[in-house]
Nanobody, 121 residues
């Protein structure tokens, strides 16, 4: 499966961006957004489990970011509002098809190429 992100860019504090992740083959994927800021480790941002559970978010983005998926389940979006400089990072979408725990980055074996988000103050 291939994942292709788009929608990154540069905005000022308080601005918005919408990231898209297109999946080459619609299937039973748990989808997540992960980011990596310069000099820092990768961290979960938000997730959309396949099984219909509610989306989940890291605390620092809750209320500002929204993850959604289309009915065909071949596109996932991350709407990012009220962006802050600390949101600056490369954002990746990633997917997994097995029943391994959702909360381990190492369980996600399908990754997009990443899209850069820069938020200036």
């Amino acid at each position: 499966v291939q994942l292709v992100e788009s929608g990154g860019g540069s905005v000022q504090t308080g601005g918005s961006l919408r990231l898209s992740c297109a999946v080459s083959t619609a299937s039973a994927y748990d989808m997540v957004w992960i980011r990596q800021a310069p000099g820092k480790e990768r961290e979960f941002v938000a997730g959309m489990p396949w099984r219909g559970d509610r989306p989940w978010y890291r605390a620092s983005v809750k209320g500002r970011f929204t993850v959604s998926r289309n009915d065909a389940k071949d596109t996932v979006w991350l709407q990012m509002n009220s962006l802050k400089p600390e949101d600056t990072a490369v954002y990746y979408c990633a997917a997994k098809t097995d029943s391994s725990p959702l909360d381990r980055i190492s369980n996600y074996h399908n990754w997009g190429q990443g899209t850069e988000v820069t938020v200036s103050s």
